[in-house]
């Protein structure tokens, strides 16, 4: 008799931002994963562009409104009831404007020990108060400062009562929240499961940089075959862009935002080439993004004695776009792509039918696999 492979369905991953919402299942047969359904739509317009970076440009001490996630639930409601997923289980994302991201170096010691030091060494370095908030750790590797050995240590917080507002809307829904992620380490799991799953190579593990595109902000994580090793936001995305392409192009920004839209969905060269000029004279936002990454990669080197990145992976919102991914991938010494991460977790990945948008949705629905 064949021996039959366990089945385990895992949960929804559920990705919510007030700009789109993306769903993704996956069942694990033995030691791969099949997709059961995926789901994603946009709401983002050139009016919230504008909305956005006018409020980013608001005065300090003016509390701006919270970003309106209405849109993302209705959606959210439409899909479970009818697009094929399966169960009730769910691992959410929380909200990524309220994640507090702070690098620590601290003298070695035991898992515990560490644990029961953070409260101390993030007093004033946080927004809020430690322990008013949910804090999760890595230790990203050990650095030799003033002739002594230290850890180096990603912290990553959100305040207590943002998670339990965001998994209390969802439970309203009727699902069960197994789980909560935030967006800079959800969108590596996909690719710590593939590497896990795959052939060890002679050379070590793989070096690979994943750099999430998205609207306000862009993140820029780094891992060491399953290992995260490096994560860090950078305060530049698609609206710092869209408001460079404005100036150069002397428009209005919501002219400029339907014209960086248009780029996204282009299917022809001469779009495609008309969007590469553009973003070529966008000096300062490409440049800031791309000294950014390389930041990360020098600092990557230094705490790895001298190792390098592989390969480059481009997810989010923003790598739907084939013109800045080139300009991106022009300024930067190593090998560049844009992301499937469906692809990347079934072990079928296809660059022409890729949606690098999914791979935080991709990364939560992993919640539970092994």
């Not at 089945?7 to 990705?15: A, D, E, K």
């Not at 430690?130 to 990203?140: K, M, N, S």
């Not at 994943?210 to 995260?228: D, N, P």
């Not at 001298?306 to 010494?333: E, T």
Request: proline fraction near 6%.
């Amino acid at each position: 008799m064949a021996h039959l492979k366990k089945r385990t369905l895992l949960p929804v991953g559920i990705h919510l931002t007030p700009e789109a919402a993306h769903l993704a299942q996956f069942e694990q047969v033995g030691d791969r994963l099949e997709l059961v359904s995926q789901a994603s739509c946009s709401f983002a317009s050139p009016q919230d562009t504008v909305t956005r970076l006018v409020a980013a440009d608001a005065p300090p001490g003016l509390e701006a409104d919270e970003p309106d996630y209405t849109p993302a639930l209705r959606f959210l409601r439409q899909e479970l009831g009818w697009n094929n997923f399966k169960g009730k289980d769910a691992v959410v994302s929380l909200p990524a404007e309220h994640v507090a991201v702070q690098h620590l170096r601290m003298p070695p010691m035991q898992p515990d020990e560490l644990a029961a030091s953070l409260p101390y060494e993030l007093e004033d370095k946080l927004p809020f108060q430690p322990e008013e908030a949910v804090v999760r750790h890595i230790v990203a590797g050990s650095v030799t400062e003033n002739n002594e050995t230290k850890q180096d240590v990603l912290v990553l917080a959100v305040r207590r009562d943002v998670v339990q507002s965001r998994v209390a809307t969802i439970t309203r829904l009727k699902l069960n929240v197994v789980g909560a992620g935030v967006e800079p380490c959800s969108m590596c799991y996909g690719y710590a499961f593939a590497s896990q799953h795959s052939e060890p190579s002679q050379s070590g593990p793989l070096c690979l940089m994943v750099v999430y595109l998205g609207w306000q902000q862009s993140h820029v994580a780094i891992l060491r075959g399953q290992e995260t090793t490096l994560v860090k936001p950078v305060g530049q995305g698609l609206d710092h862009v869209t408001q460079s392409v404005a100036t150069v192009t002397e428009s209005s920004l919501e002219e400029a935002s339907e014209r960086v839209a248009g780029w996204r969905d282009a299917t022809t060269p001469d779009a495609v080439d008309e969007a590469v000029t553009t973003y070529n004279r966008c000096r300062e936002p490409i440049g800031h993004l791309t000294d950014e990454i390389q930041s990360c990669m020098r600092y990557h080197a230094s705490l790895a004695r001298g190792a390098q990145i592989d390969r480059l992976c481009f997810v989010g919102p923003g790598a739907c776009d084939k013109a800045l991914v080139r300009v991106l991938s022009a300024n930067l010494a190593v090998a560049c792509e844009v992301g499937d991460p469906v692809g990347t977790v079934t072990g079928s990945p296809d660059r022409e039918t890729a949606r690098p948008e999914m791979a935080v949705a991709v990364g939560l629905s992993l919640f539970g696999a092994s």
